[in-house]
DNA sequence: AGACGCTGTTGCAGACTGCGCAACAGGCAT
DNA sequence: ATGCCTGTTGCGCAGTCTGCAACAGCGTCT
């Protein structure tokens, strides 16, 4: 059972079908059931049985004329309802509207999700050269402003977890080195943002700033990025203290108090769990500790950072 | 294998984490593994390993001390990708923002997708009182303007398949009589654009209008909604003029003739399709003429109104 | 023109998977 | 401390899903 790789207790057709839809993403947007087939190694007849399923229930659909399949707008229904549970949004979006126009750049919030940052809000420019960085994008942590403001407060146990990997390079300046990387990570927790140059796309730099809630947790980061074309050094160390008060205004709101005498540094034990730790989360670090890295990943994102939940609000903004 | 009303050639399991996913929509944002098994009638450990293997995948997450589960964002990411498909909402974008600032309203662009309207677009009004219809958000077709609008250019036969089962009535003022029905949507198709006064929710009206793309058909409707008291009769046909006048601008741009003879009424009987139905097609044809009425869905869907599928660009816009 | 390659979909029978059971472990209220 | 609730996990049988092969529609090449 176990012969595979996949979990314990997980579910081949669901797993297959999580496949399909994560390959939509990756590949390209419309494919074929035979290019399915040969990209997950399964048969024609198990994808298109998996994607006539998921049609019914409008995660793909297919286009009539050329017979091939393509992500519905289910998962944007879907979507929707998953951002209305961060409250955490309601609470940030003046501040990244205000942010937006001080600024004149495009403010994005971000939250961490299996070792990515994802993007749950964002307020743009008033004349954005291009649009990148949408909702629901997901960013690596180690060469953007979003990832790195969130990859510096992690637990050192998770951030050794994930610097165990190998460092993907995306340009010609992205840092891949573990060790140059914890060396600017300091960086950004003493001066309270993080500066991200093309590390990740070409001409498109950002600044970001991590959000703290009321048990000193860092839950969110916000950053302001544009074309790099606008953004020389010394307007990007302005838009970071910008962005340093603009996270700490989100955080005081959300109950964080700035006297922060008890976040020594990193990796603080208790993490500042109530009462019993819960086993899932025990778990979950069990699992984090075990030699596979994924399940490093896999149980890091049940770690710490996770937003509070709450009632619903605006979503999918302005 | 057909024993249980599940359309043959469908998977089980994948089946039912379709079926957990919705439920997290239509009820609490938040449940329990216990809770979701008595809702949908299945095995306590069935459900967990359901769960178990959509956490693997991001759909959904576990709240670590509360042990309940809710959606996950990688549905936002897949709904950015699955928004990038509709050029339509490049194009629509500037119309939809000049109608909104002409307007002083939020304006909407919407797509029929299984027999409800879907939210693909949106540009808030300057001071929204309640962020209502976010991206994403299904809409009935029948009291709502952007659904009438959709409905009014519907084939007869989608038209008819949709009005042989109940309408569903949210306040007072719905109308849930499918003659009285037919007899608006004649009245929508003269004027060319749709009023909805409180049909779905009380202290909320919107005017539509259909958008038609080169081959004449109905790919979209945009909408100008906001609450009644600033939306007197007076001021809803003063935006109902605009809202036509925007929606002819963005079928224009998509190569709509304005020049519209051929278009006589609705239920044209080839449908403008080039050459071949497609089985496809006509599969999801002859299911909808089949007595059951879900399958009807189903089937319109893929139906005349599919918006034309392109490259990249800006998603879940601000 | 005709045939071939390609596409995606659909019965069938066997085999593996996933279900249901029961037991387990933790949390909360009584 | 006891009971009831939660969610997760071995185990064996039954049922579901897979893989095969055949079918049908399109496009293209010879």
Chains 1, 2 share one sequence.
Not at 65 to 93: H, I, K, N, P
Not at 221 to 240: A, H
Not at 257 to 262: E, I, N
Request: with cysteine; net charge positive.
């Amino acid at each position: 059972m176990d012969i595979h790789g996949q979990r314990s207790g997980s579910i081949q057709s669901v797993e297959r079908a999580v496949a399909v839809l994560k390959l939509f993403g990756e590949a390209e947007p419309e494919l074929g059931v035979s290019e399915l087939a040969r990209r997950l190694k399964l048969h024609k007849s198990t994808v298109s049985r998996l994607l006539s399923t998921l049609e019914a229930g409008g995660f793909v659909q297919q286009d009539p004329r050329s017979a091939r399949y393509r992500l519905g707008l289910q998962l944007a229904t879907l979507a929707g309802l998953a951002l209305t549970q961060y409250e955490l949004r309601d609470v940030a979006r003046p501040s990244l509207q205000e942010l937006a126009i001080e600024t004149g750049e495009t403010t994005t919030l971000s939250v961490i999700d299996g070792m990515e940052a994802v993007n749950i809000d964002q307020v743009l420019a008033p004349h954005p050269v291009k649009h990148l960085g949408w909702i629901g994008r997901r960013l690596p942590l180690h060469c953007t402003a979003a990832g790195k403001s969130l990859l510096a407060h992690l637990p050192s146990g998770a951030l050794d977890g994930y610097l165990a990997r190998p460092l993907a390079r995306y340009t010609a300046r992205t840092v891949t080195n573990p060790e140059l990387l914890r060396r600017e990570l300091e960086g950004i927790r003493a001066r309270g943002f993080a500066i991200g140059q093309e590390e990740y796309e070409a001409d498109l730099s950002a600044v970001g700033s991590a959000v703290r809630d009321h048990r000193d947790g860092v839950v969110a980061s916000i950053t302001v990025s544009g074309p790099s074309f606008r953004l020389s050094p010394d307007r990007l160390r302005q838009l970071g203290e910008a962005v340093r008060l603009a996270a700490a205004g989100i955080s005081a709101r959300l109950g964080h108090r700035p006297a922060g005498a008890l976040a020594l540094a990193d990796g603080r034990p208790g993490d500042g769990l109530p009462r019993g730790v819960g086993r899932a989360l025990a778990q979950a670090r069990d699992r984090a500790l075990e030699s596979d890295a994924a399940a490093a990943g896999a149980g890091q994102k049940s770690d710490g950072c996770r937003p509070p939940v709450g009632v619903a609000g605006p979503m999918f903004g302005s």
